[in-house]
């Protein structure tokens, strides 16, 4: 019988697609220290974040034929040495696009009606001064009409451009690697309504400079993507979000572009020196904050299980 060790956990749904198609599944979490002696009894290794398996650990289980990583960095996996061993290295990248997206507009929902500062208002002194806080947060902003700029116009940031058309925004998106995509729109409750919509994409210094709305969807580089020149470029009053990586975004320049009022919101996800980011971020009444939860939804948990699942099955039963 095929082995898997889901050592930082796998759906249920995930779990039971193996079983049933025969594979033995354990969910038991094996320590990090104990794995060099445990992993060479598994066939299979799923993890997400949390278990490394780094080449001393792939020296020691010449059994393991296939590692599986639920989501999509794969920053934990010496994927290179795993397969110069013969070893498949696969992952889920699809299976959270629309959980970002979605997350990307909360956000941009939240800071368009300061809700992000109204809750906490609302709670203090809601009773009491109602009608003042009425008054405060009465300027809120529409986003029909308005546009959107995509920056990595990717699985997630075709997503965002799905949820942005189908709000009537505008979309502008870079993407050094992509030219077009053809964008489907369809309405489950409207059986079968389907339609495409083809988007260029356009010069990063457009998105910049004629977006109202900024979401980044590129993988982790080296530098900020938004640096002090990229700010300059910014049409005033933006809001921007961040779901991408820590840093994507200079902390330094947003803050300062804050100040000024060229930048009007943020919303992010991600920080620099996750799990314990600046201060100055997470007080700032204009940032509307979460805690790197863009994957995380049931629905993409569910995916990402179903996804290893069947990539698993795929590998073993040919
Ligand atoms: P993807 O590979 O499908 O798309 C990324 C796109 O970015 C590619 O098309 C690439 O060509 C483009 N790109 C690279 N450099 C660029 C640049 N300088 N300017 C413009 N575009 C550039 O990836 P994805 O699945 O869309 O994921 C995007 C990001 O989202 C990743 O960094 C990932 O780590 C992050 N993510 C975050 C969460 C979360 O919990 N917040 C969850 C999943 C993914």
Redesign the pocket.
């Known amino acids: 019988m095929i082995k898997v060790l889901a050592n930082d956990g796998i759906s249920e749904d995930g779990k039971l697609l193996l079983e049933e198609a025969g594979f033995e599944v354990q969910t038991t979490k094996i320590p990090q220290e104990e794995l060099p002696t445990k992993l060479n009894d598994f066939d299979a290794l799923i993890v997400r974040s949390a278990t490394k398996v780094r080449k001393e650990l792939i020296d020691m289980a010449p059994n393991l034929k296939l590692i599986a990583r639920g989501?999509?960095?794969m920053d934990n996996i010496d994927v290179e040495y795993a397969r110069s061993k013969g070893i498949k290295v696969v992952n889920t990248?699809?299976a959270?696009?629309q959980?970002?997206a979605e997350?990307v507009f909360a956000h941009i929902f939240s800071l368009s009606r300061f809700l992000q500062l109204s809750h906490l208002e609302m709670r203090e002194k809601g009773d009491t001064a109602f009608k003042d806080l009425k008054k405060s947060y009465a300027k809120g902003a529409e986003l029909r009409g308005k546009t959107v700029g995509i920056?990595?116009?990717?699985?997630?940031?075709q997503a965002v451009a799905r949820m942005a058309l189908g709000m009537g925004m505008r979309v502008l998106a870079?993407?050094?690697?992509?030219k077009e995509a053809v964008i489907e729109l369809n309405f489950p409750g409207f059986d079968g309504v389907k339609l495409n919509l083809k988007v260029d994409t356009v010069p990063?210094e457009t998105v910049l400079s004629s977006s109202d709305f900024i979401t980044l969807?590129?993988?982790?580089?080296d530098g900020p993507?938004l640096g002090a020149k990229e700010f300059e470029m910014l049409k005033n009053g933006v809001v921007l979000v961040n779901?991408?990586?820590g840093g994507t975004i200079d902390e330094d320049e947003l803050v300062n572009a804050l100040a000024s009022g060229k930048v009007k919101g943020a919303g992010l996800?991600?920080f620099v020196g996750e799990p314990t980011p600046r201060k100055d971020l997470l007080s700032h009444p204009n940032i509307s904050l979460s805690p790197?939860?863009?994957?995380?939804t049931t629905q993409a948990q569910t995916n990402i299980g179903m996804e290893l699942a069947e990539k698993i099955m795929d590998h073993f039963e040919g």
């Open positions: 989501g999509v960095g990248p699809a959270s696009s959980s970002v997350l920056i990595g116009f990717g699985r997630i940031g870079t993407d050094p690697m992509v990063m969807h590129v993988p982790g580089g993507l779901t991408a990586r996800d991600v790197h939860i863009g994957a995380s």
